[in-house]
């Protein structure tokens, strides 16, 4: 069993030798959909047009606008006392935002009495000026000076403490999800494009006349693709590492454990796809709806499973990636062991085991 089997996936290799544009493919197709979703995907927001009203003129209010400068995000647009000009800016667009420094500012700091600080906003688009708003007020914290006794003024303020991702950069976040993305698509897509291929050129005909059984069939055509598939992604997270300062905390054994689980569930369902279509571009299209869709909108790789509604909930269990993503982040990003995502790798297994089961039996019935 075990040498037929080995047969197939030697036969495989010297397919994917010949086939260059194919082996090309797998290799490429991961590192460039890293290169332009990970760079294209950002929940940061830069660049942010900046206009300030300086009502005061002093020392202070100075100190203010240069930590919204030096925070990164902030580029100044407009700088003086005339809050009028206001109103054509943000109608105009050249302006997302604006801070207003009140009258007598820097004086009521000196004495300890408590000040207000103006934060206005387009609120077009909402998603991004809730971001700004975050930025502003962990600037305006920043800069709140401290009162004998160690009380702020005004308000208590929170200290924020944010662990795993610090400066809460957005790329540690997006680009794990993004690797599971490219993971399942490409790993379905070319499996599914590698039995329908023999289909179309006659050859599974002959494969049929031998005395293969389906799980050799489906041990000998996976193999070639999970080993192609594993070097793409393991090239595509220290891409992640070094472009994205994605760290790896955690065993890199375990990592590559669960990413040949995840891999092999993908290449899996590749092998039914390739069982129910009869052409390549049947089987393409068939597996960039059932992978890249769910993967994208139902994994929680952009949108959070807990804010979806009850049933979307409850289907996004169907979706492999979900579990993946879970593990992921926490062996990536937190360090975790096995104690803490065990039920993520289960649910992996158990995902696998029935689409290997159901493209077994297809493949049986065909042979």
Same mark, same amino acid.
């Given at each position: 069993? #075990?040498?037929?089997? *080995?047969?197939?996936?030697?036969?495989?290799?010297?397919?994917?030798?010949?086939? *260059?544009?194919?082996? /090309?493919?797998?290799?490429?197709?991961?590192?460039?959909?890293?290169?332009?979703?990970?760079?294209? *995907?950002?929940f940061d927001v830069?660049?942010?047009?900046? @206009?300030?009203?300086?009502?005061?003129?002093?020392?202070? &209010?100075?100190?203010?606008?240069?930590?919204?400068?030096?925070?990164?995000?902030?580029?100044?647009?407009?700088?003086?006392?005339?809050?009028?000009?206001?109103?054509?800016?943000?109608?105009?667009?050249?302006?997302?935002?604006?801070?207003?420094?009140?009258?007598?500012? =820097?004086?009521?700091?000196?004495?300890?009495?408590?000040?207000?600080?103006?934060?206005? /906003?387009?609120?077009?688009?909402?998603?991004?000026?809730?971001?700004?708003?975050?930025?502003?007020?962990?600037i305006v914290a920043? %800069?709140?000076?401290?009162?004998?006794?160690?009380?702020?003024?005004?308000? %208590?303020?929170? %200290?924020?403490?944010?662990?795993?991702?610090?400066?809460? @950069?957005? @790329?540690?976040?997006?680009?794990? =999800?993004? +690797?599971?993305?490219?993971?399942?698509?490409?790993?379905?897509?070319?499996?599914?494009?590698?039995?329908?291929?023999?289909?179309?050129?006659?050859?599974?005909?002959?494969?049929?006349?031998?005395?293969?059984?389906?799980?050799?069939? /489906?041990?000998?055509?996976?193999?070639?693709y999970l080993l192609?598939?594993?070097?793409?992604?393991?090239?595509?997270?220290?891409?992640?590492?070094?472009?994205?300062?994605?760290?790896?905390?955690?065993?890199?054994?375990? +990592?590559? *454990?669960?990413?040949?689980?995840?891999?092999?569930? !993908?290449?899996?369902?590749?092998?039914?796809?390739?069982?129910?279509?009869?052409?390549?571009?049947? &089987?393409?299209?068939?597996?960039?709806?059932?992978?890249?869709?769910?993967? #994208? /909108?139902?994994?929680?790789?952009?949108?959070?499973?807990?804010?979806?509604?009850?049933?979307?909930?409850?289907?996004?269990?169907?979706?492999?990636?979900?579990?993946?993503?879970?593990?992921?982040?926490?062996?990536?990003?937190?360090?975790?062991?096995?104690?803490?995502?065990?039920?993520?790798? +289960?649910?992996?297994?158990?995902?696998?085991?029935?689409?290997? !089961?159901?493209?077994?039996?297809?493949?049986?019935?065909?042979?």
């Amino acid at each position: 069993m #075990l040498r037929r089997t *080995l047969a197939i996936a030697i036969k495989e290799l010297l397919q994917l030798r010949r086939d *260059l544009r194919t082996a /090309l493919t797998l290799l490429a197709m991961p590192v460039l959909l890293l290169f332009i979703y990970g760079y294209a *995907l950002s929940f940061d927001v830069q660049h942010i047009r900046l @206009a300030v009203v300086d009502e005061d003129g002093g020392r202070a &209010a100075r100190d203010v606008k240069d930590a919204f400068l030096e925070s990164g995000y902030f580029d100044l647009v407009a700088y003086g006392g005339d809050i009028r000009t206001l109103d054509h800016m943000f109608d105009a667009g050249s302006a997302q935002a604006a801070l207003i420094v009140p009258p007598r500012y =820097g004086d009521d700091l000196a004495a300890h009495r408590r000040t207000t600080l103006q934060f206005v /906003l387009d609120g077009s688009d909402s998603q991004t000026a809730t971001t700004i708003l975050g930025y502003a007020r962990q600037i305006v914290a920043s %800069v709140s000076p401290v009162v004998p006794g160690g009380a702020r003024d005004g308000p %208590v303020a929170g %200290v924020p403490l944010v662990w795993y991702n610090p400066d809460m @950069a957005s @790329a540690r976040f997006l680009v794990p =999800g993004l +690797l599971a993305f490219i993971m399942m698509v490409t790993a379905v897509i070319a499996t599914a494009l590698a039995v329908v291929r023999e289909k179309e050129r006659g050859t599974m005909e002959s494969l049929r006349a031998t005395p293969l059984r389906a799980i050799e069939l /489906l041990g000998g055509k996976t193999l070639p693709y999970l080993l192609v598939s594993f070097v793409a992604a393991s090239v595509s997270l220290l891409l992640a590492h070094l472009l994205f300062d994605v760290p790896v905390r955690g065993s890199l054994l375990w +990592l590559a *454990l669960v990413m040949l689980l995840f891999l092999a569930v !993908g290449l899996g369902w590749g092998i039914f796809i390739s069982t129910l279509a009869e052409t390549q571009q049947v &089987a393409f299209q068939f597996g960039l709806l059932s992978a890249m869709l769910p993967t #994208l /909108l139902l994994s929680g790789f952009i949108f959070p499973i807990s804010s979806m509604p009850s049933a979307l909930q409850v289907i996004t269990y169907a979706v492999p990636a979900r579990y993946f993503l879970v593990a992921l982040r926490e062996i990536v990003l937190k360090g975790a062991g096995p104690e803490v995502w065990w039920n993520q790798a +289960l649910g992996l297994v158990a995902y696998g085991v029935v689409v290997l !089961g159901l493209a077994t039996f297809r493949t049986v019935r065909s042979l």
